[in-house]
């Protein structure tokens, strides 16, 4: 394997790996997530690289909405 | 006590629509997920192009170095900052980086571009990252000063309500701020020198005039005579403005109404 790729895998890593932080944290914070269970959606943010985080963004759009102290309404 | 059943009320899916059409946080982020849609179809046009085969769509633009078509990306990072805060932008960020690393590992045949794609990323991300903090410190703007407001409301109501009349003179004999009561003993603030509106004056009050004193840190009290036979006490200490003017605060009491009060109280125990 060479350098570049080795580059390659650890910038994803790193990409990975900050998007589940910042959306298990959400989760962790959150009373209801879609589905009911949370199990199933940590998996796929962990495992499921990118699609995982995605699609649960797409599920939570309120994650974007976290210090947005407005109007923010975190139950759904 | 007669426990009472909770039940949630149900909203059907109808009315939750339209909760939700009519919420600010709703279209702020429909208004990024457009923007996140058209800059990524912009980025892939020549794909798009390619892939669909409409030849009068085939401009150069589309085919050449696509730094300049990712530097659309700087709208949404830079509008998340803004509207959403720091989190949403590292979001959005990390989003950026997933829509435009196809091209850099895959299609891009020019030099290095997975390091030009970091190297606008970080920046995109550094500039999305103050906006976020401009809008903070607006917003912690805003709540100060409305907690100032308040509070400024609360004093003005709490002094208006006293019986003795607060006057606050400047270090140019100018009035800043007086209380109901004074008005109601002196009359509406027409002129706003001191000596003018208390002694009606054209010049400060020369030898009688404490001010200078008090504005040099003493604490003054005296007694201030009106022409019709009214008679004030006044005490007047310095006091430091908002704008870190020293001034004089002076309280004004009606000797007549308190010792009418005193007569009628000692009457009253008699």
Known sequence: MDLEWILQLVLFGILHWMLAVLLLQDMASRDRVLGGRKAPWVLAIALVTFLGSLLYMLCHPQVFLEDNDDDNDRSH | ?270
């Not at chain 2, 669909?52 to 990072?77: E, K, M, N």
């Not at chain 2, 030099?111 to 410190?137: C, D, E, N, S």
């Open chain 2, 1 to 270: 006590m007669a426990d009472i059943e909770y039940k949630p009320r149900k909203i059907n899916s109808g009315k939750a629509l339209s909760i939700a059409i009519r919420s600010k946080d709703f279209w702020r982020l429909y208004i990024l997920a457009v923007l996140m849609v058209f800059c990524s179809i912009f980025y892939y046009f020549g794909e798009i192009v390619d892939l669909v085969g409409w030849q009068g769509s085939r401009w150069d633009f589309f085919y050449g170095i696509h730094d300049i078509h990712r530097l659309l990306f700087l709208i949404p990072i830079i509008y998340t900052g803004y509207v959403f805060g720091t989190r949403a932008t590292v979001l959005v960020t990390i989003i950026v980086v997933g829509i435009c690393i196809p091209r850099a590992l895959f299609i891009s045949p020019f030099a290095h571009p997975l390091l030009r794609l970091l190297v606008f990323i970080l920046i995109a991300g550094a500039l999305g990252y103050l906006a976020a903090l401009v809008r903070t410190r607006m917003k912690r703007r805003g709540y100060l000063e409305s907690m100032m407001r308040r509070e400024i409301g609360r004093l003005s109501a709490l002094s208006d309500r006293m019986e003795e009349g607060i006057i606050l003179i400047g270090p140019d004999y100018r009035i800043r701020y007086s209380n109901s009561s004074m008005r109601l003993y002196f009359g509406e603030v027409t002129s706003p020198y001191c000596y003018q509106y208390l002694r009606g004056l054209d010049e400060p009050c020369g030898e009688v005039c404490k001010l200078s004193e008090v504005l040099a840190g003493a604490v003054r009290r005296w007694r201030h005579e009106l022409p019709d036979g009214g008679v004030f006490e006044v005490l007047a200490s310095p006091y430091i403005d908002a704008d870190g003017a020293v001034c004089q605060y002076a309280t004004f009491r009606d000797t007549m109404v308190h010792e009418e009060r005193g007569k009628r109280a000692s009457e009253q125990q008699d």
